[in-house]
């Protein structure tokens, strides 16, 4: 098989998520066999000897097994079906039994092997790809069926599903409730959804196409640099849009957040437009900004902060040169704080007058939260009183007064108790102009498409409480249903476009505060996850407007 990195990577684009696990593990596959055949003087694998199959064709056998860790690499300390290909397809290795044996080796060794004899080496705890599918961890007995494969064995036959029990029809409205508070309930049991939504229940954001340029793209342009999320107010003293968002500094990806995230403000002159990046509010490490207004005026901010980067190794401030962690050799994402690694994700407040600043000192919000190396996503809404509701990844919180950081106090797990999948990460909290309460937020597997997958999901409740938070009542596979989608996303040049990532929602208001203008959202710009050949993890903040 003749191997040609610019065709695997326009499959990879272009091919359904069913034939993405087959074409990336031939492509990962392909170039670790070039490694070992060259190891090998060039010598063919199927040279006099034992019949074998092709490694290339053993590999796509084991993804149509739906075993996907790839190439040389394997997680959680057990070999993969594919390393089990290589080991086979090395000249010296002549029969299973031989090819199992080695397995078994590798399968012992503390994370690495390395065979002088069979020109192999062989990682076992690396990381499987997130994506097309979440592999997990290879099954113990993984590594042999490579081995089988290799040596003309069969694949094994799938399980026999279960019977498929049929679909209960969706129930009617009888309230504005059914509708999730989005739209009206009609005489004949069918919701009439306001404008800005869709969908059966009115769970979905009616959007429409994309603009290009409009949020807050600094990725595309001279500046190359990565932006995540985008929180949004309207200033009545000037009209004019203001935003906070993430940048990750030194022209990285999002994967450095831990290490490189700062706080900037953007403007517009429009809800829909395109913003322009103005100052840096709060310096290294600051991140996920979500904005409020309070009573008196006060523009204000709550963030995740410590002051200055990390001090583990692994987590030092990267350089990187067009807006994506690999181009400084910086692939890996960090995830959260670790115990000792110098940081932590305390959430703290600050406030001012102007949009423009200046900002009063940051208040930790720490004492409210239990697991300091975890961010909380906190997303408030300050109420006419000077009190306060907030969500974070998984509760409700109130305080009697916003300015008082001892007064908030968690209330509670958010979502009612029958709702069982978890409200997912980021989520973004308003009040409609009737007074109730919603929340948006990204939930699903990472990468996985429909609505049982990675999307946009939406929340509600008429007093807020914890335990009293709903989703529309569709089938319970859909999870709620998706309030925005991550593929095949419109754009208005008619181009649809799939990003790797689309998280950390916000909502844009008109001058009244309630009527929904526009959704901002981060996005990878990549359809695959940047573990993948041709995938990369830059972001910007797009924004989609709402329909009016």
Not at 122 to 136: R, W
Not at 303 to 308: A, F, S
Not at 526 to 535: A, N
Request: aromatic share 8%.
């Amino acid at each position: 098989l003749n191997y040609h990195p610019h065709i695997f990577f326009h499959l990879i684009t272009t091919t359904e998520t069913v034939n993405m696990l087959r074409v990336t593990a031939l492509g990962v596959l392909a170039a670790t066999f070039a490694r070992t055949t060259t190891a090998f003087g060039g010598a063919a694998l199927s040279q006099a000897g034992p019949t074998k199959i092709d490694v290339v064709v053993c590999a796509e056998r084991c993804a149509e097994a739906g075993h996907c860790c790839e190439g040389d690499v394997s997680a959680c300390n057990n070999p993969s079906c594919v390393q089990g290909c290589l080991i086979g397809a090395a000249p010296p290795t002549t029969s299973v039994a031989g090819c199992n044996k080695t397995c078994a080796v590798v399968r012992a060794a503390s994370c690495t092997y390395s065979n002088p004899a069979l020109r192999l080496n062989l990682t076992t705890c690396g990381q499987c790809p997130e994506k097309p599918i979440n592999c997990g961890c290879p099954i113990k007995y993984e590594c042999e069926l490579g081995c089988s494969l290799t040596f003309g064995g069969a694949l094994p036959p799938p399980p026999t599903p279960p019977p498929t029990a049929p679909t209960p029809s969706l129930p009617r409205c009888h309230t504005d409730y059914n509708c999730s508070f989005n739209g009206v309930c009609g005489a004949d049991g069918v919701c009439i959804c306001d404008k800005q939504w869709t969908g059966r229940y009115c769970h979905q954001l009616n959007l429409v196409p994309v603009v290009n340029g409009s949020g807050l793209n600094r990725l595309h342009g001279p500046a190359k640099t990565s932006t995540w999320g985008g929180t949004v107010l309207y200033d009545n003293a000037t009209g004019m849009y203001h935003m906070w968002a993430s940048e990750i500094l030194n022209h990285c990806g999002i994967h450095r957040w831990v290490s490189n995230s700062v706080v900037v403000h953007a403007v517009s002159h429009s809800a829909t437009g395109s913003f322009t990046r103005q100052e840096v509010v709060w310096p290294l490490f600051t991140h996920e900004p979500t904005a409020a207004r309070a009573p008196d005026g006060s523009y204000v901010l709550f963030v995740t902060h410590h002051d200055g980067p990390p001090i583990a190794p692994s987590q030092h401030t990267c350089n990187c040169t067009d807006g994506t962690s690999a181009s400084g050799g910086c692939n890996q994402e960090i995830g959260n704080c670790n115990n000792g690694t110098g940081c932590a994700m305390y959430t703290f407040m600050s406030y001012a007058s102007n949009p423009a600043g200046p900002w009063s000192p940051l208040q930790s919000l720490a004492h409210m939260q239990a697991n300091p190396y975890t961010d909380m996503n906190f997303a408030p809404v300050i109420e006419d009183d000077g009190s306060l509701i907030a969500w974070n990844r998984w509760d409700i919180y109130r305080a009697t007064n916003w300015k008082e950081p001892m007064s908030y106090k968690n209330t509670g797990a958010a979502l009612r108790p029958e709702i069982t999948y978890g409200i997912g990460e980021d989520p973004f909290l308003y009040k409609d102009a009737k007074g109730r309460y919603h929340v948006i937020t990204h939930n699903g597997p990472r990468g996985e498409p429909g609505p049982e997958g990675d999307c946009g999901r939406h929340f509600f409740s008429e007093t807020g409480d914890a335990g009293t938070w709903d989703a529309a009542p569709l089938h319970p596979s859909e999870l709620g249903g998706c309030a925005y989608w991550r593929a095949n996303v419109p754009f208005a040049d008619g181009e649809r476009r799939t990003f790797y990532r689309r998280e950390r929602p916000h909502l844009i208001f008109q001058p009244d505060g309630t009527t929904i203008a526009a959704l901002t959202t981060s996005a990878i710009d990549s359809p695959i996850s940047p573990y993948l050949p041709g995938g990369t993890d830059g972001s910007y903040t797009m924004l989609q407007a709402v329909n009016q």
